[in-house]
């Protein structure tokens, strides 16, 4: 199982960028799919995460600039982030709580992380 997250860049403040992260593998199902992110110097931190129901939970620094979304058939978590802001700069990582088989056997509940991707905001 991989998750892979691109759309990452550098952007102006007030800038939008919509950032992208698929999971592949011999997955089942995905149960909650999330990004995190850590800025420099900073531990990692919850930005947003949506269940496979379409549940979505929000960090408050983000609330109305940031949407999450997912699509279940291609197992891909978007984020659109909106208005940035310079203390939005950070790496930006992908999570997903998922289920998967390997070897005749069934895992579930089992945590990936994507490797991230940079979100710099500056003029």
């Known amino acids: 199982v991989q998750l892979q997250a691109s759309g990452g860049g550098l952007v102006q403040p007030g800038g939008s960028l919509r950032l992208s992260c698929a999971a592949s593998?011999?997955?089942?199902?995905?149960?909650?799919m999330g990004w995190y992110r850590q800025a420099p110097g900073k531990e990692r931190e919850l930005v947003a995460t949506?269940?496979?129901?379409?549940?979505?939970n929000y960090a408050d620094s983000v609330k109305g600039r940031f949407t999450i979304s997912r699509d279940n058939a291609k197992n891909t978590v978007y984020l659109q982030v909106n208005s940035l802001k310079a203390e939005d700069t950070a790496v930006y990582y992908c999570n997903a709580d998922l289920n998967y088989y390997s070897d005749n056997r069934r895992y579930y509940g089992m945590d990936y992380w994507g490797k991230g991707t940079l979100v710099t905001v500056s003029s």
């Open positions: 593998g011999s997955i089942i199902s995905i149960n909650v």
């Open positions: 949506i269940t496979s129901g379409g549940s979505t």
